[in-house]
């Protein structure tokens, strides 16, 4: 899976940080950009609070 | 590798499923707060059920569901997909609840299954208040009340009432042992005749489906339209009996149906 195919991190990252958002988010991002190509990644902030850590899922 | 759960499944009560300990005492904290028993479609899920879940997904694209060696967070016990959930979002989120599914839609990170939720520990405020007792959920075997009607001369009539469903009792019916049965506390509820109405609507029944002759209870048995002490009313057999019998015109059936009826 390669982080950079998936569109707009600035919108994540204000999803995940805003006060009434989710601690984790998954996304179907709709191909194969995943390692298992069902389509579907989760991501979460680092402990630093800003920076995105994409799973497969 | 398969995943296989290792917690604490935990019934949530009503036909909800179940969920992980620290998920479910936060739906019985949620129902507590409500004052009814939050509605859930789904809950826990096996393997199985996940895997149904997730080849339909990659058949039709939709709904969402992860691959359950994952897994999803439904296996591990900590999903609810729920409608009523989306009316009250801001008590979901203060009781750690939160929805997590979006799709790239038209250039926009989209909110796409607004129905399903995932329990945070962490951010979950009343973590550490006690679960309401389970003596509190309803139980399945709760879905019926045992009456005691009393009718204005003093005298007490038993039967039980179910979602569409009433039964008087007789003697020979053994009512105490019925009671005992359907009721997690044994109890019978007392009912003021000129109640019973109220009652019987508020469980789905018709109105008409009882009276009081010769100091008698009686019930409307809609199959055999008979009056009568003992009888069971209820909304299957009341459509039941609106439906038109098969008229048998086979002359091999007919013949059929008398060798039977000769043999009764």
């Known amino acids: 899976m390669h982080a950079s195919r998936i569109p707009d991190h600035a919108a994540l990252r204000s999803i995940l940080q805003a006060p009434d958002g989710p601690p984790r988010m998954i996304l179907d991002i709709g191909g194969s950009a995943d390692l298992d190509g069902d389509g579907l990644v989760t991501v979460h902030l680092a402990d630093d609070g800003d920076t995105l850590i994409f799973e497969d899922a | ?264």
């Open chain 2, 1 to 264: 590798m398969a995943f296989t759960f290792s917690g604490e499944m935990v019934d949530l009560g009503g036909g909800r499923g179940w969920l992980d300990r620290p998920a479910a005492d936060s739906v019985f904290r949620i129902d507590r707060q409500l004052g009814h028993l939050l509605q859930i479609t789904d809950a826990g899920r096996t393997w199985g059920q996940q895997n149904v879940e997730f080849q339909t997904y990659l058949r039709v694209g939709y709904p969402i569901a992860l691959d359950p060696d994952t897994p999803s967070i439904h296996q591990r016990g900590a999903a609810v997909d729920s409608n009523e959930a989306q009316r009250i979002l801001a008590i979901m989120a203060d009781h750690g609840w939160y929805r997590t599914v979006y799709r790239w839609v038209n250039g926009v990170w989209t909110l796409v299954e607004e129905w399903h939720f995932e329990h945070s520990p962490e951010r979950d405020n009343h973590i550490n208040d006690p679960a309401a007792p389970a003596a509190q959920i309803p139980s399945e075997e709760d879905d019926m009340l045992a009456l005691r009607i009393k009718d204005g001369a003093g005298r007490s009539h038993l039967a039980a009432l179910g979602v569409g469903v009433f039964r008087h009792f007789i003697e020979g019916d053994n009512p105490e042992w019925v009671k005992n049965v359907i009721r997690s506390d044994d109890a019978w509820v007392d009912v003021p005749l000129p109640q019973l109405p109220a009652l019987l609507r508020t469980y789905g029944c018709d109105l008409q489906i009882w009276d009081v002759r010769d100091s008698a209870f009686v019930v409307l048995d809609p199959l055999d339209n008979t009056v009568r002490s003992g009888n069971m009313w209820s909304a299957a057999n009341a459509a039941r009996a609106k439906l038109t019998p098969i008229q048998v015109n086979s002359a091999e059936t007919l013949a059929y149906v008398k060798e039977l009826a000769g043999k009764a």
